[in-house]
């Protein structure tokens, strides 16, 4: 039974949750991915809190690997968990130190791309126009944005142009940015999206608002970096899932699992992508949406083929070989 004081602590955790710069929970990431095709959201883009950054996002890497089942679960249905890429962070992955060597031999290159990183910019700002109806706005109105390679192009080619005077993030001579979703092949296509052309200044209410929470630092919104016991543990769920086995929540549910999924030992599911050991890392972007995130599949260098249960094959099981072999060897 839990003491008094244990118990009071758990509430104020509880409550603390919910305060700070977090603009109001989850409604804190705006679903851009969300409306509807042929509509389009106007952002104003901020600088980031950090700084050191010299720009207004930091970069994000993440790789996904597909289970046929969790093992011992009646629901055989497939999941997938999603973990940090040290990439990064600037440091050797050891899925892509496995992966890369695929892209050389056309028989792998499709498993290759099954595991490759898929990227994402989180930048933050102000929705000038939203189109979504069900979207609130939070008290804190500044929003952070999860960016798709095809959007981050867009985004930077601006920036390589000789004929802009000032950066799109400055507060007097700033510029919006309007997103764009159509559709191209059977997915979102946002190639239409671009800069405005005139310069605005920020709103007193936008000036009131950065003055009242402040700007996020957006390095926070990075997952928790793998610690060593972690990437061991993405290495051997890695081997599992190119083997064709079962997600083991006994095995691995300290760890990562698949969002929505508990093993008993927490109250509120853990999101994909991110660890439960302690301490808690910060809110991980990557569930805002039951839909696919515009990232998915936007970069043909790196999509991946449509979430399925993987087979195990004479193919997995050359690849698996290669990897134990290696790490006998080391």
Known sequence: MATLAEI?????????????????GDRVIYPHWNIEEGQSCLLRFLPDADPKNTF????????KLPFPAVKGSADKKPVQIQVPCMETWGETCP?????????????????GRRYWKKRSYLMQGF???????????PENPIRRFVISPQLYTLIKAALLDPELEEMPTHYERGLDFRIVKTSKGGYADYSTSKWSRKETPLTGVEMAAI????????????PKKPTAVELKVIQEMFEASVDGQMYDLER????????GLSNGDDETATSVATSTTKPAPAAEPVTESKQNPPWENSDPAEATAPVAAPKVSAQANDILAMIRNRQKNS
Do not use: C
């Open 8 to 24: 009071r602590a758990r509430l104020q955790a509880q409550e603390n949750k919910g305060q700070g710069n977090t603009g109001g």
């Open 56 to 63: 207004f996002w930091v970069e994000r890497a993440m790789i």
């Open 95 to 111: 899925v892509l130190t496995e992966v890369r060597p695929w892209f050389k031999d056309k028989s792998l290159e499709e498993q």
């Open 127 to 137: 929705v000038r126009e939203n189109p979504i109806d069900r979207d609130e706005t």
């Open 211 to 222: 003055e009242k929470h402040g700007l996020f630092n957006l390095a926070d919104s990075l």
């Open 252 to 259: 691995w549910g300290q760890y990562y699992k698949p969002y």
